[in-house]
Nanobody, 124 residues
Framework: QVQLVESGGGLVQAGGSLRLSCAAS????????MGWFRQAPGKEREFVAA????????VYADSVKGRFTISRDNAKNTVYLQMNSLKPEDTAVYYC?????????????????WGQGTQVTVSS
């Protein structure tokens, strides 16, 4: 069982930066691949980024490549999402998720555990 708690969301102007954190409970954090997803009002949840167990592999949605960076610190049971050059279309609730697999990390169905989400609002 893994519990995930996101933090770091907020209001930022376009072009600005935010760093989201996701703290995980439990002793087996390093055995989970981790992902970030987001959901804007009236839209379906979409994949943002994912990172493998040891951090050696990462995957990004095309819409965030070159602007967002996912990383993890297994000693701190935490995964991060550094978001730079933010755009109004990045406005959404951001969720972190944990998976025991690394097969199709862009698919929400691959993930076993989800956090409650943190709001990111980018003003123009």
């Amino acid at each position: 069982q893994v519990q995930l708690v996101e933090s770091g969301g907020g209001l930022v102007q376009a072009g600005g930066s935010l760093r989201l954190s996701c703290a995980a409970s439990g002793r087996t954090f390093s055995s989970y691949s981790m992902g970030w997803f987001r959901q804007a009002p009236g839209k379906e949840r979409e994949f943002v980024a994912a990172i493998s167990w040891g951090g050696g592999s990462t995957v990004y949605a095309d819409s965030v490549k070159g602007r967002f960076t996912i990383s993890r610190d297994n000693a701190k049971n935490t995964v991060y999402l550094q978001m730079n050059s933010l755009k109004p279309e990045d406005t959404a609730v951001y969720y972190c998720a944990a998976s025991t697999r690394w097969v199709r990390p862009g698919r929400a169905t691959e993930y076993n555990y989800w956090g409650q989400g943190t709001q990111v609002t980018v003003s123009s």
